[in-house]
């Protein structure tokens, strides 16, 4: 199994979801409102630091992972500028 943890900096957070549900998986937990700074920059729901991020978990079986994260990749290099799209992959040892 594998954590996958996106992150994604735009209007349409649904997207994530979406891709999840065309790969099968039908488990996912989403966060709104998150702040912070990354290497695209700051996003703290300010005038100055304007924009949220949206963080979706989802604990993938390891024989999607590699399907799954070649989707989100595609998506994110596809993203309209000002977007933003970030996956981080994690081993689970055990999930219940």
């Known amino acids: 199994m594998k954590l996958f943890m996106m992150m ?4 349409s957070p ?3 979801a979406a891709i999840l549900e065309r790969h099968g ?3 996912y937990t989403s966060f709104s409102g998150g702040q912070g700074s990354g290497r695209t ?3 703290e729901g ?3 630091w304007p924009g949220e991020t949206t963080v979706t978990v989802s604990v993938v079986p390891a024989e999607h992972a590699d399907a ?3 989707a989100l990749e595609q998506e994110a290099e596809a993203l309209p500028a000002g977007e933003r799209l970030h996956l981080a992959v994690l081993p689970t040892d055990r999930f219940f």
């Open 68 to 70: 799954l994260a070649a």
């Open 41 to 43: 920059g700051k996003r």
């Open 14 to 16: 649904a997207r994530l």
């Open 46 to 48: 300010s005038r100055a």
């Open 8 to 11: 994604y900096g735009g209007p």
């Open 25 to 27: 998986m039908h488990e």
